[in-house]
């Protein structure tokens, strides 16, 4: 069955970068996309980007566009948030999802705070 | 962007009754392929989202018959035929047309 695994909890400083992790399993993860999603305190889901896993081909939304990049490891049937320059607005779990959010991760909070 | 706007944005059901959420975007979701990319998904206390509906109203692997999705164009509507206590939780709609993809607000569903 498909599974996406993703990395533990982060607590960073403000101005800090985080990475987070997905690994996927039960599909072909080289011939499939993945989105990555966060959902702040009390706040709707907001998209971050998406990859597609074939090409590396990626695409933003402009509110994180300058301060995301999200890569993947075929090899390791991995996909890869990171964010930069973290401010306390940044404070939310994220969440990766594969294809059209069929499946989604079990979500990683990350908290920004100094 | 496409906005997508939900409503209402919470809904207290009595058990057993049903529940219909609406979800409005400010522009035709029907893509240059000739499909609706409009999917509605459930999100649990605690849980990640789950898809629920895909292409406005095709359910997907194992989510009961109790939810129909329907609309087209900007208008869409899911209903639960007969509310049950794990369908308890936030739901939402999400356009897949265009990028950015967007999120409607979230409709809460709770036991009356």
């Known amino acids: 069955q498909v599974q996406l695994v993703q990395s533990g909890a982060e607590v960073k400083k403000p101005g800090a970068s985080v990475k987070v992790s997905c690994k996927a399993s039960g599909y072909p993860f080289n011939r499939s996309t993945m989105h990555w999603v966060r959902q702040a305190p009390g706040q709707r889901l907001a998209w971050m980007g998406w990859?597609?896993?074939?090409?590396?081909?990626?695409k933003y939304s402009q509110k994180f566009q300058d301060r995301v990049t999200i890569t993947r490891d075929t090899s390791a049937s991995t996909a890869y948030m990171e964010l930069n320059s973290l401010r306390s607005e940044d404070t939310a779990v994220y969440y990766c999802?594969?294809?059209?959010?069929?499946?989604w991760g079990q979500g990683t909070l990350v908290t920004v705070s100094s | 962007d496409i906005v997508m706007t939900q409503t209402p944005l919470s809904s207290p059901v009595t058990l057993g009754q049903p529940a219909s959420i609406s979800c409005r975007s400010n522009q035709s979701l029907v893509h240059s392929d000739g499909n609706t990319y409009l999917s509605w998904l459930q999100q649990r206390p605690g849980q990640p989202p789950r898809l629920l509906i895909y292409?406005?109203?095709n359910r997907f692997s194992g989510v009961p018959d109790r939810f129909t999705g329907s609309g087209a164009g900007t208008d869409f509507t899911l209903k639960i035929s007969r509310v049950e206590a794990e369908d308890v939780g936030v739901y939402y709609c999400?356009?897949?047309?265009?990028?950015?993809?967007?999120f409607g607000q979230g409709t809460k569903v709770e036991i009356k």
């Open positions: 292409k406005i109203s």
């Open positions: 999400i356009q897949g047309t265009q990028f950015p993809r967007t």
């Open positions: 990859i597609n896993a074939v090409d590396g081909n990626t």
């Open positions: 999802a594969v294809g059209a959010f069929d499946y």
